[in-house]
Structure formats: structure tokens, C-alpha cells
């Protein structure tokens, strides 16, 4: 029956892109395209929660494309981590879409034809799903590009100066990479004569260990500009804040996060041990400092979250880089958390420009009083972007700091340091972005823009005193007249809460949530899983042995299983225990958080 | 497995000769190099399919190797697509950039350049407050008007004209506001950059993000709703066009 229904997986792929289709028909008339696209992203949406529910207990599951079995066909592999991206990116999109049909509707004068933007977004989320799914590399490459198309086309929407400007870069940083991917592939056929990724985790471990460790390393250079990690990360703050608000929030979601599943299936799946995992985390902990550095020093939101973006990359390549079960699965756990808490800043930040004119921290000011609700839809991501106790940014680093303390190395724990300063600097970013635009006064600012001005005249209905020059007389003038720049609207609003909420569910189901991506990491590291699913038992076999070879050659392979699930460090709780050791992991390392440990397990079904 | 020398040779150079280009900071030729490069690198896919062969369809009597690879080719296809896709977006974003900055060259980030000019002194955060000494101020006394004074202060062009209100507020006046002059013909006018003049992005006063009073200016925008406050904008947006407007202040007393 899971088969069966696994089956259904290229539909993930293929229904956004009939979506798009219609929705190009449909170019004349807005509001069916936005009917048709919310359906499609909807339907998407509930395919892959089946996906999910039907990898949640199996683990991978491989389909076959046109029925060509697996080293010579196209295959789609669902796993639990393929599965579970899948859906946080589903309930991402459809989020983001919802926010930007509502954004279209009520002002479009954006600076863009709505009408292309439908279609291309499907476009991006078929792009996404295909590199999720991907059971090759060149189908993986396939992915990345329709997406990347996509993403072009989004990130220029109409084509203003700063938009050209900032495309440019961003479109010639991206095929630079997806050259090096392609050259890489190109050589890895010519080494293996293979692109399957199963395939491969068996052939490429007979080759030359020099030859392996180039092939490694390139695939990791063209995932790392993509994953926006430190020294290739240039790119990410100069070209995403120009775009528009949904689109930015998707990309910061959505795109380096495709990056880093990538780099995850290469370390796990074709290049398991340690061999760059020094380097990895070298990488991991300058992309943390550099990028919050940066963002210190941003005046604008939008830069300043591309930069806590970048910096937050740094979290995921950490857990990664210690290639362990309890490492990797809180890098899961990070990425959904961190996917969805930075979309809904995005959108907020929309918000933000949408009631005052403009999201420079510089020219903001009062928005605690002109619109408590904004006040409180950026306050709670921000919190949870930071680390603060109950939500699951602190969740997903307490995890993390615990694999790399166990991990026993120098490199952990300078790694350990470095992301607990990230943490606190991050929360010095957000701070201060939320002192200067929610809590001090519009009078305060320098030149505050004449919506704000505005919005705080009506607020509260009264000359306001310190309006610019004549800005008295006009406002008692219009006072009739002109109720003052509306607040934002349901469907602006709607979605941004929508997207908070889940990044709060992730509190109360984290201790789910992490036994589930603890299995995932587990079924990662130990590869037989998905090369069975694949290939059939003898190649999981093979791969199994080269597994052992590694270590005979002194590369340390992923460890015992026994003795990494959740609940690591806690010998109490039981290593062997599956059933309840949800929730107990983050919660059991602080000692003085009862109540967050209380709410861990109490979500549990 | 044979590899054809004269490809791989070719290949090499295509690729040195991309990467000469993408290293220019011309667009065209950065689009040529990237064409390089894409093209270089179809090239190193055929190579990796090895040595040519029969067309592979299967015959009798006939051992594999005496095929040629299929799958390389099928790979060589697909990003022969995906780049000639790339190349003509390249050349729209080429053209457009062209038409709006007269241009051909990669720009500078006007919001970097402005962060990376930012003094290390913020009056906001760093400036000190005086302590309020006397429990007897008059009521319209500010104890801080010195601090108004050191953040109305800008350390590359002077002091700025305070002035005191009645009401005890104070009131920095901006020279460059003073000078403004009415414009003619809309802010689509005001935007555009006289020819061969300036970069995209670095047009004067755009010089923070596009917020929506800049972006009402896109080409593809409506006419203001309320050209009363359309006017009120650009006014607003005028004055902060002056050096240094982080050290300028208008506050009043609340």
C-alpha cells in the first residue's frame, strides 16, 4: 500500500508544473490564476503529507520512472528527509503565495507584472521539489536549474534599476556554480559511468581516494554557493533584499536550503567519513561569525535577515560537518526550523514596508503603537531566530551544541563557541532592529517616510507635533478626507500568522519532530536504506562493506547506531529507547527549563 | 578509455578563455564567458562518453563497446537547453540594464557602499547624555539641548543650523533642503540618469533600498493616487539626499 502510494511522488514535480501551464492560460484574469495556483500548491501540499506519512515509518522508497529500473532509468527517492523538506517547503509556498496574491491584489504597484509571477513561482516550486526527490545527479542538476530559472525571473520582477542590478550578480554567481556541478558530474560519469546516486555510493568508493577527494570537493564548491556558505556567500545579501517581499521570503526559505540537502546527500550518501569534516567545520564556523558580523552592521531588515540567513547556514553545516547521528539529525531538525522562521521574518518585513513606506531601521520608528499585531508577528520569529528558551531555534541549537560536546574534538568545541556567540549575537541584530523600528518614537527619527508620518497621524488622531514642516495644517486639512494608509490586510496578515504558528508547532511537536529527523539522520549516515531502496539488497550489502573499508583506512565512518540515538548523553533515558525518547533530548541537557521539556512531551500524540 | 587530445585542448582553452572573460567586468563579456564556459563544459561531457562509436541501436552481432555512450549525449542536450535559456535571459537583463543606466557594466551595490561609509560612531547609540543636574529646570529647558547639538552635528560637513523652537523642540534645518527646487515632469523624470552619467541604483538620491515612495517611480507603476501626497513625498525623499544625513536630527520634545 506505502509503495502504491509512494508511486504518486512525481506528481510532487509534475502538478506544479501543469499548475504553471494553467495558470499561464489564465494570464488575463488574475483572480483564476490565483485560484488555480493556491489549488495546485494545495493539492502539492496534501500529496506530500501523504508522502511523509507513508516514509514516516518505512524510510526510503525509490520509483521508477517509465519503469526503467534503477542504474539506467530516472529515479525519484522518497525518504524521511526528502519527504519532510518537502512538506515544510509545500506549507512554505503556499504561505508565501497566499501573501503575495493578497499584495497583488490590494496594491499593484509593486513594480511588477503580477501576472508572470504565478506561474513562475509554480515553476520555482516544481524546481524544488524535483531536486528533493532527485535520485540522480544530473536530475539533482535538473532541479537546481528550473528552480534557478525561476528564481531569476522572480528576483528581476519589473526589471527596476537596483532589481537588474542586483540580478545581474546574482544570475552569473549561480551558473558559475551550476558549471562546477556539471563539470563535476561530467567527470563523476567519467570515472563511474554512472549519475545515480546509489549507484554511485558503491562505485565511487573503488575509486582512487585522490581522485574521490576531487570529485568531493567540486560538488561541494557548486553546492556551497548555492548553500551560500561563508567565503561563497558574497552574493546572498548583495541580490535578495532588492526583490520583492515574497519573493525574498521564499528564497530565503526555500533556496539555500536546497543547497544544504545537497551537501547533506553528498557527505552522507556518496562521500560518507570524515574526510572534509575539519574542513566543514572550519567553513561552518566562519559562515556563522562572518554573517552575523555583517549583519551588525546592516540598516535595513531585509539586509540584515539575508545576513543572519547566511549566518544561520553556519548552524546546519555544523551539525553536518560532526557526521553523526545526533549532529545530523539536529541539522533536520535546524533546517525546518530555520526555514520556516526565516520566511515568516521575511514576510513581516513585507508587512513592515507595506504599512511604512520603507524597512530601513534608520527612517523607522513607532510601529509598537501603530500596529501592535506587526509588533508581535515580528517579535516571535525574531525571538525564535535568536535561540530564546521555549521556541525551536533554541530547540534545534541546544541539539546541536550537544552533538558537537559529544563530540569530544577541538574543532567541536570551538564550534560549540562560536554558535553560542552567533546566538547571542543574533539576538543583539534582532534587538536592536526591534528598538529602533517598534519601540522608540516617530518623532525620534530622522526622515521618517510620509506613510509612517501618516500612520501615526491617524493612529492618533491628533496634530501630530513633530510632523515635518507644514505637515500640521495638511493633516488637519485632510483629516476628513483621508483615513491614512490602511492597516494591512487579512490576506497579508493571514498567512504571516499562519507561518508563525507552525514555527511555534515546532516547539510543542519537537519531541516528535526530533526522534523523527534523529531516524532520518540514522537512515542517512547508515546508507543501506536508501541503496536498497534503490538497488536492491546486494548493493546495499557492497555499500555496507565499504563502509567498513573506510574505517580499515583510517577514515572514521558514522558511528554505532546503538549508541547515538536521541538521548545520547542521557544513558537514563535508555539508548535503546524508540518509543520514548521524544522530547527528552534538548530538554534534558537544561537543567533549567522544566516547562519547555513540559511542552516538548505534552505535544506528543 | 581513449580521450580525443584535440577536444580536450579545445576545451581547455575554451574554458581559460571563459574564465579571462567572466573576470571583465563588461556584461557582454561577461555573457561570453559564461557561453564559454557553458559550451567548454557540454565538451567535457562528450569526452567523458569516451570513444565514438556505432549509433546505439541495438544490432545483432555487435559487442557494447562498439557503441557510442547514449547517456552523455542526452546530458549535452539537456544543458545545451538550459544554457541557451540562461544566455537569452542574460541578454533581456543585459538590454534592460543597458536602457536604464546606459551601462554595460557590472554596478556597485549603492546600500554596500553606504554601510561600508557608515562612521563607527552612531550619535544615537554612542552620544553621551548629559545628567540632569538641577531639580529645578525650567519646564521648557531641555538638559539634553547640547546633546541636540552634538548629534545635529555632522563630522564632514560641520554644524548644522539649529534652531529652537518656542514649544522647546529643536529643529535642525538642512541646507540641502533649502536649495531644493520644485520639479517638473515626475519623479520618472527626476529618476532618470542623464546619459552615460550614472550607474543604475546610484541616481542621486536613490541611495537606500527601493522603499514603496521610490518604487511608485518603476516604470510600470500607476499614477499616484493622491497627488497631493505624491508631492509630499518627493519632498521627503529630497531631503535626504544631502552627506552625512545620519547626522542630522529633528526631534522633537513629546
Known amino acids: 500500500m506505502d ?46 503529507c501523504l508522502l511523509l506519512a507513508a516514509t514516516w515509518d518505512t524510510g526510503a522508497v525509490a520509483v521508477f520512472v517509465g519503469g526503467w529500473e534503477a542504474p539506467w532509468g530516472i529515479t525519484l527517492v522518497v525518504d524521511r ?23 497583488g491584489v490590494t496594491d499593484q504597484d509593486q513594480g511588477g507584472p503580477v501576472s508572470i509571477f504565478h506561474p513562475t513561482f509554480l515553476i520555482l516550486v516544481a524546481g524544488v521539489s524535483n531536486a528533493f526527490l532527485a535520485g540522480d545527479l544530473f536530475n539533482l542538476y535538473v532541479g537546481f536549474e528550473i528552480l534557478l530559472t525561476a528564481s531569476y525571473v522572480l528576483l528581476t520582477l519589473g526589471g527596476t534599476g537596483p532589481r537588474v542590478r542586483a540580478g545581474v550578480t546574482y544570475v552569473v554567481v549561480s551558473v558559475i556554480s551550476s558549471v562546477i556541478f556539471l563539470i563535476a558530474i561530467a567527470m563523476i560519469y567519467g570515472a563511474t559511468g554512472t549519475v545515480n546516486m546509489a549507484d554511485l555510493a558503491v562505485k565511487l568508493a573503488q575509486l582512487d581516494p585522490d581522485v574521490q577527494m576531487v570529485l568531493h570537493v567540486m560538488l561541494l564548491v557548486g553546492f556551497g554557493i548555492k548553500a551560500a556558505v561563508f567565503p561563497l556567500s558574497f552574493w546572498l545579501p548583495d541580490s535578495y533584499p532588492t526583490a520583492p517581499a515574497p519573493v525574498t521570503a521564499v528564497f530565503a526559505g526555500l533556496l539555500t536550503k536546497v543547497g544544504v540537502y545537497a551537501i547533506v546527500r553528498t557527505e552522507t550518501l556518496l562521500f560518507p567519513g570524515d574526510r572534509v569534516n575539519v574542513l566543514l567545520l572550519v567553513v561552518a564556523l566562519l559562515t556563522m561569525i562572518v554573517g552575523i558580523l555583517g549583519a551588525l552592521a546592516q540598516n535595513d531588515i531585509k539586509r540584515v535577515l539575508s545576513f543572519t540567513l547566511v549566518s544561520h547556514i553556519g548552524y546546519m553545516v555544523f551539525g553536518l560537518g560532526l557526521s553523526n547521528v545526533l549532529g545530523l539529525g539536529a541539522t533536520i531538525f ?121 500612520a501615526m497621524e491617524t493612529r492618533e488622531s491628533l496634530l501630530a507635533t513633530a510632523a515635518p514642516g507644514d505637515a500640521g495644517d495638511r493633516a488637519e486639512r485632510r483629516a476628513p478626507a483621508v483615513t491614512g494608509p490602511r492597516g494591512p ?38 546508507r543501506t536504506p536508501y541503496i536498497e531502496a534503490v538497488l536492491g539488497p546486494e548493493a546495499a550489502e557492497l555499500a ?62 | 578509455m581513449s580521450v580525443n587530445i584535440v577536444l580536450l585542448l579545445v576545451m581547455g582553452v575554451m574554458f581559460a578563455g571563459g574564465v579571462y572573460l567572466l573576470l571583465e567586468r563588461t556584461l557582454t563579456r561577461v555573457l561570453l564567458g559564461l557561453i564559454l564556459m557553458t559550451n567548454a563544459t557540454n565538451l567535457l561531457i562528450l569526452i567523458m562518453a569516451g570513444a565514438p562509436g556505432q549509433a546505439p541501436i541495438v544490432e545483432d552481432g555487435l559487442e557494447p563497446s562498439a557503441y557510442s555512450d547514449p547517456l552523455p549525449q542526452a546530458l549535452t542536450l539537456t544543458s545545451i537547453v538550459i544554457s541557451f535559456a540562461i544566455t537569452s535571459f542574460m541578454l533581456g537583463m543585459i538590454y534592460r540594464s543597458w536602457k536604464l543606466g546606459r551601462r554595460d557594466e557590472v554596478l556597485v551595490d549603492t546600500e554596500d557602499v553606504k554601510v561600508a561609509e557608515q562612521p563607527s560612531f552612531d550619535a544615537e547609540d554612542d552620544a553621551e547624555l548629559l545628567e540632569e543636574t538641577s531639580e529645578f529646570l525650567d519646564e521648557y529647558e531641555d ?112
Open chain 1, 489 to 526: 490586510t487579512a490576506g497579508l496578515v493571514g498567512p504571516t500568522i499562519g507561518l508563525v504558528a507552525l514555527g511555534l508547532s515546532f516547539t510543542v511537536l519537537a519531541g516528535p519532530l526530533y526522534s523523527f529527523s534523529d531516524r532520518a539522520a540514522t537512515d542517512m549516515l547508515a
Open chain 1, 81 to 103: 528527509f526528502s519527504a519532510l523538506m518537502l512538506v515544510i517547503s509545500s506549507a512554505i509556498v503556499l504561505a508565501v503565495l497566499v501573501y503575495a496574491s493578497a499584495q
Open chain 1, 334 to 454: 535546524y533546517v525546518v526550523h530555520h526555514i520556516t522562521v526565516q520566511t515568516s521574518l521575511f514576510l513581516v518585513t513585507g508587512l513592515i514596508e507595506q504599512r511604512a513606506g520603507t524597512a530601513n531601521v534608520d527612517r523607522l520608528g513607532g510601529l509598537a503603537r501603530i500596529s501592535p499585531l506587526i509588533a508581535v508577528l515580528f517579535f516571535i520569529p525574531a525571538m525564535n531566530l535568536a535561540g530564546i528558551p521555549p521556541f525551536s531555534g533554541f530547540l534545534g541549537k541546544v541539539g546541536l551544541i550537544q552533538a558537537g560536546v559529544g563530540a569530544q574534538t577541538t574543532m567541536a568545541w570551538a564550534l560549540v563557541i562560536g554558535s553560542v556567540v552567533t546566538s547571542l549575537l543574533t539576538l543583539l541584530v534582532m534587538v536592536r532592529v526591534w528598538t529602533r523600528a517598534f519601540w522608540r518614537r516617530v518623532e525620534d527619527v530622522e526622515h521618517p517616510p510620509s506613510k509612517l508620518v501618516l
Open chain 1, 544 to 605: 555496507a562493506m565499504d563502509i567498513d573499508e573506510l574505517q580499515d583506512r583510517g577514515i572514521v565512518a558514522p558511528p554505532d547506531q546503538e549508541n547515538s540515538g536521541p538521548g545520547y548523553l542521557q544513558p537514563l533515558d535508555g539508548a535503546d529507547s524508540e518509543g520514548d525518547d521524544a522530547g527528552t533530548r534538548p530538554g534534558g541537557e537544561v537543567p533549567g527549563e522544566p516547562g519547555e521539556t513540559g511542552d516538548a512531551e505534552g505535544g506528543q500524540p
Open chain 2, 143 to 254: 538638559p539634553n539641548a547640547d546633546y541636540e547639538h552634538a548629534t545635529a552635528i555632522n563630522p564632514s560637513t560641520g554644524a548644522l543650523p539649529v534652531k529652537h523652537q518656542r514649544d522647546g523642540s529643536v529643529r535642525v534645518r538642512s541646507q540641502v533642503g533649502r536649495q531644493e527646487k520644485p520639479i517638473r515632469g515626475g519623479r520618472r523624470a527626476a529618476q532618470e540618469p542623464e546619459e552615460g552619467e550614472h550607474p543604475v541604483g546610484s541616481s542621486g538620491h536613490d541611495d537606500h533600498l527601493p522603499d514603496e515612495d521610490e518604487r511608485a517611480g518603476s516604470p510600470r507603476a500607476r499614477p499616484p493616487r493622491f497627488p497631493e501626497q505624491q508631492r509630499d513625498d518627493r519632498r521627503q525623499d529630497k531631503r535626504d539626499d544631502g552627506p552625512g544625513a545620519r547626522g542630522r536630527r529633528r526631534k522633537g520634545e513629546g
Open chain 1, 3 to 48: 509503495q502504491g502510494l509512494v508511486s504518486l511522488a512525481p506528481l510532487a514535480v509534475l502538478l506544479p508544473i501543469l499548475g504553471a501551464a494553467l495558470a499561464f492560460m489564465l494570464v488575463r484574469r488574475p483572480r483564476a490564476q490565483i485560484a488555480a495556483t493556491v489549488s495546485t500548491i494545495t493539492v502539492t501540499l496534501a500529496l506530500e
